[in-house]
């Protein structure tokens, strides 16, 4: 059962996410700021993580170009979401995440985007 850390201030969207991520099979952990997130990761140590833009505690840009240079995480697919879309090729290619979800987003979309980066980890490993 592979192991998702979603980091979002949206305490209920982190519950939302959780719930349906469980339902499909997934363990999760949800933070809704990045100190107790980056102590999670090293704790669950994920096969994921989901990363909102704008948290507590840093930027998710940043968050994710530190999870991305960092020896011990660098590994860990990052898929960002945010409410403005217009960052997804930021997000990708100068702060190094794997993927972009806009927000509003539907479950399936998700699940899809989430399956499909495991899915090309696991071929890359």
Same mark, same amino acid.
């Given at each position: 059962?592979?192991?998702?850390?979603?980091?979002d201030?949206?305490?209920?969207?982190?519950?939302?996410?959780?719930?349906?991520?469980?339902?499909?099979?997934?363990?999760?952990y949800?933070? %809704?700021?990045w100190? %107790? /997130?980056?102590?999670g990761?090293? +704790?669950?140590?994920?096969?994921? +993580?989901l990363?909102d833009?704008?948290i507590?505690?840093?930027?998710?840009?940043?968050?994710?170009?530190?999870?991305? %240079?960092?020896?011990?995480?660098r590994h860990?697919?990052?898929i960002?979401?945010?409410?403005?879309p217009?960052m /997804?090729?930021? /997000?990708i290619?100068?702060?190094g995440?794997?993927d972009?979800?806009?927000?509003?987003?539907?479950?399936?979309?998700?699940i899809?985007?989430?399956?499909?980066?495991l899915?090309?980890?696991? +071929?890359?490993?």
């Amino acid at each position: 059962m592979p192991r998702i850390l979603i980091i979002d201030d949206d305490k209920d969207l982190l519950t939302v996410v959780q719930a349906f991520l469980l339902k499909e099979g997934f363990e999760t952990y949800g933070f %809704s700021n990045w100190k %107790s /997130a980056w102590e999670g990761i090293k +704790i669950y140590e994920p096969q994921l +993580i989901l990363l909102d833009v704008f948290i507590p505690g840093t930027d998710g840009l940043d968050a994710c170009k530190k999870l991305k %240079s960092s020896y011990f995480t660098r590994h860990i697919p990052v898929i960002v979401f945010s409410s403005y879309p217009n960052m /997804a090729e930021t /997000a990708i290619y100068e702060f190094g995440a794997d993927d972009f979800i806009a927000k509003p987003f539907e479950v399936n979309e998700i699940i899809k985007k989430i399956s499909h980066t495991l899915s090309r980890k696991s +071929i890359s490993a």
